[in-house]
Nanobody, 122 residues
Framework: VQLQASGGGLVQAGGSLRLSCAAS????????MAWFRQAPEKEREFVAG????????DYADSVKGRFTISRDNAKNTMYLQMNSLKTEDTAVYSC????????????????WGQGTLVTVSS
């Protein structure tokens, strides 16, 4: 499975960005997917996860109400809509996947994308 994340960039606080994660190499609907992020000098953390068919989603408390995870299995793509961005959202965002089960922790992830940098300025 190959994952390709895109959509990062520089945005002012309060602004919005949408990240995309395109997958190939396996039936996309087989994959539980998630977004993780890692800020400078911090541990990688879970941001949001979505089940294989998109019926179940989960978010870190820090992004609830501001971020929305979704997927389009026909396009083999997962998205992360990020609104009301804060400076503390600055990080490298990576998409990850595993076959079958919901993905909520980085240790369980089998496949990783290369990461896309999100910088939120004050």
């Amino acid at each position: 499975v190959q994952l390709q994340a895109s959509g990062g960039g520089l945005v002012q606080a309060g602004g919005s960005l949408r990240l995309s994660c395109a997958a190939s190499g396996r039936t996309f609907g087989d994959l539980g997917m998630a977004w993780f992020r890692q800020a400078p000098e911090k541990e990688r953390e879970f941001v949001a996860g979505i089940s294989r068919l998109g019926h179940v989603v989960d978010y870190a408390d820090s992004v609830k109400g501001r971020f929305t995870i979704s997927r389009d299995n026909a396009k083999n793509t997962m998205y992360l809509q990020m609104n009301s961005l804060k400076t503390e959202d600055t990080a490298v965002y990576s998409c990850a996947a595993r076959v079958g089960a919901f993905l909520r922790d980085s240790v369980s992830a089998v496949y990783w994308g290369q990461g896309t940098l999100v910088t939120v300025s004050s």
